[in-house]
């Protein structure tokens, strides 16, 4: 992988828009975002969230990454105005990340939604509706509407408190397009969700921002399902952003008609082609990537043998990674540099 | 106002859909009936015994179903339903307000609910109707629930589901003892509610009338030291992360 291909970065360079442009064009902007939950009680190893800056375009979906205790929920909870950052800013559609009334046109998503168990679901979306002012003439109906669209209307009447982990997602989403949000904010959306739950929800996902014109901004660990409704990802990694941007850009840049091969048995052929070699930077295992920013014919030959005569050992990857081997690049090399 | 009210109505329907808060009243009723078997024992004070620990089972059930909140907030606020709620367009402290209404909404139908059976249990067994000062002390009773909620509520919100219930036991208790206590500067009426205001059970017991100013003027005294608990909640939980 080439060094600096990906810097932590703003995602879009916003050098030539105007402060005007910067509240319509973006829904959620974050600068130096740093939360510690370290207490004289405890302290923590490192901030769960450090320094982090980040700005999401309007009309985006937006893919939220990282590892297990990345500070994933940690952001997203401090946009939603639950927990307090230790240091930086951070707007939401504009406005501060505690305003009250920008509420009404956010739809969220809890990492692990929970509601109250005695009442029915039909019930705790009517509470849910009466909180964002949606007028009691439109209520009932809309109620009955997002419980159809999440396929939970055969029990809108049953209690919240008896139905499974994927039930639970549902009724979260249900709560979270209740008001047509122009952003939704979800954290973990996918988990817990059966095959057909995940594709469902994707195409609900989708469907919010087509014909609602809404800005999605989820975090996951599912890669395919994020590759696949993405149009811009970022990576967290111990609180740190490791960069972000377009998902084409990520992972076609620098290797456009290039080509990266990975080598784990040397002799004196492959030596050779490491001389030939724009970028070679050594992995652990004694494996090594070679990256080639132009193939002739003459390279595809010479790796094309290679490979032949060395099988798994000598590998020969597309110019375009998929997210999965961007992703576990990116960590991995994040984790060496900091070990 | 309608925010308030949602949280308000949502608290007090998932309280009152336990069966376990039936069980409770049943209970009760059943203690308060069994009262009539010691006659022999009262020597034939059965009566007033009734009517005695009527109001003393009915000042025991406010403060269990009280205490029995201490763990519903903690347990909201930990499993994410807070986190649903509070990232609508609503304020902490209407939260905090709603879930007040609401569970005093529930614990005082609970205790409606015995002192009326209470009176049905007292008419039966000795055929002689209620008096009024009986039905002042039940009502004083049901309205101590006011103060008394909204210290579960300070303490439910601040502290976790081990400690909050603990600490609120010794709050009303030491909220019965202003006797003891009354020589502590600021401590009723300050931090802690006098709820000796609300106990009239000798006064039931030898008919003695409660005049009704004095039913007034206490039920204001309890919804204000409702408010200024609530505010000091508030600027606690204003700060608080919230999972
Ligand atoms: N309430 C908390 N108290 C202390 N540490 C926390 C708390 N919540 C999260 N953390 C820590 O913050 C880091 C980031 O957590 P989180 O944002 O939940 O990660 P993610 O959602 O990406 O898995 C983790 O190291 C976690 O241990
Ligand atoms: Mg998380």
Known sequence: MTEGRCKPSVFPPRTDTGREDTLDNFVIETENLTKDYSSWLRKAKRPALNNLTI????????????????????????????????????????????????????????????????????????????????????????????????????????????????????????????????????????????????????????????????????????????????????????????????????????????????????????????????????????????????????????????????????????????????????????????? | MSEIMAIASGTWKNILRMKVVYFLILCVWILIGSAALYEVLSMGQHKPLMIDVSLALNAVAAALVVISITFEIPRELRQGVASTLLTKSLGRTQYLAGKLIGIAVAAIVICALITVGSFVIFYYTFTESIALPMFQAQLLQILSIIPMAAIGVFFATLFPEVVAPVLTIIAIWFSYSVGVLQNIPLLYGGILPNLDLFNFRSQAVYHADIPWSYVGLVTLWGIAFAIFALMLTSLFFKVKDIK
Not at chain 1, 156 to 183: C, D, H, W, Y
Not at chain 1, 259 to 272: E, N, S, T
């Open chain 1, 55 to 339: 700005s999401i375009p309007k009309g985006s979906v937006f893919g939220f990454l990282g590892p297990n205790g990345a500070g994933k929920t940690t952001t997203i909870k401090i946009l939603m105005g639950l927990i307090r950052p230790t240091g930086g800013m951070a707007t939401v559609l504009g406005k501060p990340y505690d305003d009250v009334e920008v509420k009404n046109r956010i739809g969220f998503l809890p990492d692990s939604p929970a509601f109250t168990p005695q009442l029915s679901a039909m019930e705790f979306l009517d509470v849910c509706a009466r909180l964002l002012k949606i007028p009691s003439s439109k209520r009932k109906q809309r109620v009955e509407e997002v419980l159809e669209i999440v396929r939970m209307a055969p029990h809108a009447k049953s209690k919240v408190g008896t139905f499974s982990r994927g039930m639970l997602q549902r009724v979260g989403i249900a709560q979270a397009i209740l008001n047509s949000p122009e952003l939704l904010i979800l954290d973990e959306p996918l988990l817990g969700l059966d095959p057909y739950g995940r594709q469902e929800f994707k195409e609900i996902i989708l469907e919010q921002r087509d014909k609602f014109g809404a800005s999605v901004f989820f975090s996951s660990h599912i890669l395919s399902d994020v590759e696949e409704i993405c149009d811009s990802i970022s990576i967290l990694n111990k609180g740190r952003l490791l960069c972000a941007g377009k998902l084409s850009d990520l992972l076609s840049r620098d290797t456009d008609n290039g080509v990266l091969v990975k080598i784990r048995q040397c002799d004196d052929a492959v030596k050779a082609l490491m001389t030939d070699a724009d970028n070679v930077q050594k992995k652990e295992n004694d494996e090594w990537e070679l990256t080639f920013k132009t193939l002739s014919p003459e390279l595809d030959r010479k790796i094309n043998e290679l490979s032949a005569k060395h099988g798994e050992a000598v590998k020969r990857l597309n110019a375009r990674e998929d997210l999965e081997s961007f992703f576990f690049g990116k960590i991995e090399e994040d984790n060496l540099e900091n070990s």
